[in-house]
């Protein structure tokens, strides 16, 4: 299938605190894509692990397949406001030695998955005296860049600490992406 990318779109970056709470947090991204959408919102964008944040040292996120309920929610919020909703990232069940997906979902206007993309670079950063963080831990890294083609455009997906890593954007323009798009849930 082909697109005609439309001259202009407006995109709803959602900026929201996520926490282990993920009723609370599913709550709200249904508050704010509700606003988005009233707003004139064709794509709205979530930021990463939407659904359930922990910090550092706290219980693994729960993973669920994509079939799941978190990724149905999102679905219907796409086919209610009848927009192209990014789920920003939500751990997926499915990973090697118990490990999860760090997954993005782009979910068109009729509800299904337009594209899926599994997070390649995953953020294992040590601050000396400070912080140590190792998502490898619990994370399997994806291995594919994905460019989802719609009506607004070309859209290349990657999740926050893949934008430390320039050659993944030269595939993704490589390969036609014309707004890229990067969910994060960055640390102070």
């Given amino acids: 299938m082909t697109h005609r990318r439309r001259s202009a779109f407006t995109v709803a970056a959602v900026q929201m605190r996520s926490t282990t709470d993920r009723e609370r947090n599913l709550a709200i991204a249904e508050r704010l894509a509700d606003r988005a959408a009233a707003a004139g ?111 607004l455009g070309a859209l290349g997906l990657s999740i926050c600490y893949d934008l430390r890593f320039p050659e993944l954007y030269r595939r993704l323009t490589l390969r036609g992406a014309q707004v890229l798009v990067v969910p994060s849930a960055f640390t102070a």
């Avoid at 964008?45 to 219980?59: I, S």
């Avoid at 997070?119 to 989802?148: C, T, W």
């Fill in 41 to 151: 919102a064709d794509l709205i964008a979530f930021p990463e692990n939407v659904a359930y944040l922990r910090r550092e040292g706290e219980a693994r996120p729960p993973a669920e397949a994509r079939t799941g309920p978190t990724f149905r929610r999102f679905a219907a919020m796409a086919k209610r406001h009848r927009v192209h909703v990014l789920a920003g990232s939500i751990a997926e069940r499915g990973g090697r030695g118990g490990r999860v997906f760090n997954t993005s979902v782009l979910f068109a206007p009729d509800g299904r998955a337009a594209a899926v993309y599994r997070k390649m670079h995953l953020f294992d950063v040590a601050i000396a005296d400070r912080a140590v963080f190792r998502e490898s831990s619990f994370v399997q890294a994806g291995g594919r860049s994905v460019v989802a083609r719609t009506p």
